[in-house]
C-alpha cells in the first residue's frame, strides 16, 4: 500500500532553525497544537481521508505524539475535522507528569526507544508506557538494545557526542496548575535549572530503524487492511 507524507516544520516559521543547544526557545507542547491545526487543514483536502492520519514524531516531535494523544488537549486544543488513526512517537522525553496523563484518545501508540538513549532516557518513557497499559491503552513501547538517540537518522555509523546539547534526562518535571514544575525545587522548570545537562550521543543503529520500519508497516497493515 502507498501512503502519503506530510512534513510539519514547526521551527523556521518561528525563526528558529535548531533548538538542540537552546530548547527554551520553543515550549515542549507548542507542537501539539501545530499538530491539530495541520490535521484541520488536511481534512479540508479532498484527496485526502481525514480518518486515515498516523502521528509520526522524532524527539521534540515525538513528545508532541505522544502527549498529543491525551484526551484533556483535545478537548481543549483538538482538531475541529479530521482525526488520528494511530500516534508513533519515537525517542520522546517522558520525565513529565501532566494532568489526566493516563487518559488517551482511543487509537494504538507504539513508542520505539534506543535502550541506551541518553538523551531522552528510555526508563520514564517504560515507566509511563506501563502505567498507560495499565489503564487500559492499546500501547506497546519497544526497546532496541545499543541504540542511542535519533538511532533511524543517517549520521554515520559510529557515535556523535554533540557537547554542547542541553538535555533535561536528570528533570523530573510535574504539573500543577497548568505550568511545569521542577519536582527537585518545587519551582517552575527551566532550562536554566541545575538539572539540565549538557552533551548527549546520537548514532545510526541499523538494526534498530529496520526493526522499528517492520513494526510501523506492520501496524499500518492492521490498522488500514486493503
Not at 80 to 102: S, T, V, W
Amino acid at each position: 500500500m502507498d501512503y502519503s507524507l506530510v512534513q510539519l516544520d514547526n521551527y523556521t516559521g518561528r525563526g528558529v532553525a535548531d533548538i538542540s543547544d537552546s530548547q527554551a526557545e520553543i515550549g515542549q507542547f507548542i507542537p501539539i497544537f501545530d499538530l491539530y491545526r495541520l490535521i484541520e487543514i488536511l481534512a479540508e483536502n479532498p484527496m485526502i481521508d481525514s480518518s486515515r492520519l498516523v502521528v509520526i514524531g522524532f524527539s521534540r516531535g515525538g513528545i508532541a505524539t505522544l502527549y498529543g494523544g491525551l484526551t484533556r488537549f483535545h478537548e481543549l486544543y483538538g482538531p475541529a475535522k479530521g482525526g488520528i488513526a494511530a500516534l508513533l512517537p519515537f525517542y520522546p522525553a517522558c520525565n513529565l507528569i501532566l494532568e489526566r496523563d493516563d487518559e488517551m484518545i482511543d487509537v494504538p501508540i507504539r513508542e520505539f526507544h534506543g535502550a541506551i538513549d541518553d538523551w531522552t532516557p528510555a526508563a520514564p518513557c517504560r515507566t509511563y508506557i506501563a502505567e498507560l497499559h495499565a489503564a487500559g491503552e492499546d500501547v506497546v513501547m519497544t526497546e532496541f538494545e545499543g541504540a542511542y538517540h535519533a538511532f533511524d537518522s543517517p549520521q554515520g555509523n559510529l557515535p556523535v557526542l554533540l557537547k554542547d546539547a542541553q538535555t533535561s534526562r536528570n528533570c523530573m518535571r510535574r504539573e500543577v496548575g497548568g505550568v511545569l514544575i521542577n519536582e527537585a525545587t518545587g519551582e517552575p522548570f527551566t532550562y536554566a535549572d541545575a538539572c539540565v545537562e549538557l552533551g548527549v550521543t546520537v548514532q545510526y543503529n541499523d538494526l534498530a530503524t529496520k526493526a522499528a520500519l517492520e513494526s510501523v508497516e506492520t501496524l499500518l497493515a492492521e490498522i488500514f487492511p486493503k
